[in-house]
């Protein structure tokens, strides 16, 4: 079994910042990516950003040169510090890790259960 937690959600004001923090635990052999989406009421889940790890990352437009992402590989934790925040960027945060465990030979997506990011104008 694996979990993902994160943390780091909640209410700030427009052209502020939050960083969201992601670990993922249980039986985990290695992981490749781990990244963050987003889901916005009435709307489809979205890439916000991933994180090879081997450090490659890759941004939404929408975010490029206002988040950034990053990873601790011994921690199996992911970051996602969030600046210059706009009101569009409300939703909720999704954590994604594509992990291989102990008692497998192949790579399997995994989802946190979310954290909300609220921006207020």
């Known amino acids: 079994q694996v979990q993902l937690v994160e943390s780091g959600g909640g209410l700030v004001q427009a052209g502020g910042s939050l960083r969201l923090s992601c670990a993922a635990s249980?039986?985990?052999?290695?992981?490749?990516?781990m990244g963050w989406y987003r889901q916005a009421p009435g709307k489809q889940r979205e890439l916000v950003a991933t994180?090879?790890?081997?450090?490659?990352?890759n941004y939404a437009d929408s975010v490029t040169g206002r988040f950034t992402i990053s990873r601790e590989n011994a921690k199996n934790t992911v970051f996602l510090q969030m600046n210059s925040l706009k009101p569009e960027d409300t939703a909720v945060y999704y954590c994604?890790?594509?992990?291989?465990?102990?008692?497998?030979?192949?790579?399997?997506?995994?989802w946190g259960r979310g954290t909300q990011v609220t921006v207020s104008s």
């Open positions: 994604y890790a594509s992990i291989r465990t102990t008692y497998s030979t192949t790579y399997r997506a995994s």
């Open positions: 249980g039986s985990i052999f290695s992981i490749s990516v």
């Open positions: 994180v090879a790890s081997g450090g490659v990352t």
